[in-house]
Each structure stands twice: as structure tokens, then as C-alpha cells.
């Protein structure tokens, strides 16, 4: 159970991080949405709850390693 958290919370971590840096390109490329910026800043949201959460996943469960 401890490796699927860490395996998780490490998933997490990648796809917040691409969420926070390429947040404009997947806008551009993924939706037609008339105003970019509120969905860049959506997206950059998104991706750092994404690297909270897997940061506390991946930190928990890696103690007991």
C-alpha cells in the first residue's frame, strides 16, 4: 500500500508541475476558450493543489521507507 501512495503521490507531483509550466500551450492546444488567461490561471491552480497534495503523499510515505 505504501509504494501505490508513493507511486501516486510522485504522479501527482509530474502532472502538476507540467500543469504550472506549460499551463498556455495546453490552453492554446486543448481548448477554444476566448479569454487564455483565466484558463492559464485555472490550469496553474489546478497544478499546484496537484503538487500539494502529491508532495504530502509522496513525503508520508516515503518515511517509512
Known amino acids: 500500500m505504501q509504494v501505490f501512495m508513493l507511486f501516486i ?4 507531483l509530474v502532472i502538476g508541475v507540467k500543469l504550472i509550466y506549460d499551463a498556455r500551450l ?5 481548448f477554444s ?6 484558463a492559464t490561471i ?13 508532495t504530502v503523499l ?3 510515505n516515503f518515511m517509512f521507507f
Open 9 to 12: 503521490g510522485t504522479i501527482l
Open 26 to 30: 495546453i490552453v492554446k492546444k486543448y
Open 33 to 38: 476558450v476566448n479569454d487564455q488567461n483565466s
Open 42 to 54: 485555472f490550469l496553474k491552480v489546478i497544478g499546484t493543489f496537484c503538487v500539494i497534495v502529491g
Open 58 to 60: 509522496f513525503s508520508e
